[in-house]
Antibody, heavy 120, light 110 residues
């Protein structure tokens, strides 16, 4: 059974850094692109980053470009999101999601999310 | 301000049909596959439509998707109270090289 489990969230002050992890199981992790998607309290979904299956390409929206870095360790079946220079507007639940190219690159599996709160 | 535009809310009675629109542009919806996600209160999003109109296994045929030009539509027939959720469209924007989501539509089954 496919499982994605995020961890690493917490409460921290503006300007600090945090690294999120997403542990994958139940599928061949190295065959799939992976995304981070976030959701601020009471708001809609906002895409944060994508990384190709082999890690060769990464894309970000302007809102996090230069501050966030997505990476993966296929030997550990783990996805990461390094978040630097955090701002109050980065407060959100962060989800990792699997990208299935056989389904038109839809995000077919999601983790349960981890909460990040940025506050002074 | 989302790149993809959805109505904030829709409502209908149990057993009825509802449609949710998603409007975009030639750089996103028109030339890329559209997916739809259902997010029940307090849970993670769940894929319900991919490739514009395909349903993953386990998704009932009450859910359907379509696309025409720069717009996509999610249809739900035979509404049930359990369908009350937020629904999001999503696709790739080829000009921006980013994934884009609609702002979400809250479905209320009266």
């Amino acid at each position: 059974q496919v499982h994605l489990v995020e961890s690493g969230g917490g409460v921290l002050q503006p300007g600090r850094s945090l690294r999120l992890s997403c542990a994958a199981s139940g599928f061949t992790f190295s065959n799939y692109g992976m995304h981070w998607v976030r959701q601020a309290p009471g708001k809609g979904l906002e895409w944060v980053a994508v990384i190709w299956s082999d890690g060769s390409k990464k894309y970000y929206p302007d809102s996090v470009k230069g501050r966030f870095t997505i990476s993966r360790d296929n030997s550990k079946n783990t996805l990461y999101l390094q978040m630097n220079s955090l701002r109050a507007e980065d407060t959100a639940v962060y989800y990792c999601a699997r990208d299935d190219s056989n389904l038109g690159n839809a995000l077919d599996m999601w983790g349960q999310g981890t909460m990040v709160t940025v506050s002074s | 301000q989302s790149v993809l535009t959805q109505p904030p809310s829709v409502s209908a009675a149990p057993g009825q049909k509802v449609t949710i629109s998603c409007s975009g542009s030639s750089s996103n919806i028109e030339n890329n596959y559209v997916s739809w996600y259902q997010q029940l209160p307090g849970t993670a999003p769940k894929l319900i439509i991919y490739d514009n109109n395909e349903r993953p296994s386990g998704i009932p045929d009450r859910f359907s998707g379509s696309k025409s030009g720069t717009s996509a539509t999610l249809g739900i027939t035979g509404l049930q109270t359990g369908d009350e959720a937020d629904y999001y469209c999503e696709t790739w924007d080829s000009s921006l090289s980013v994934v884009v989501f609609g702002g979400g539509t809250k479905l209320t089954v009266l």
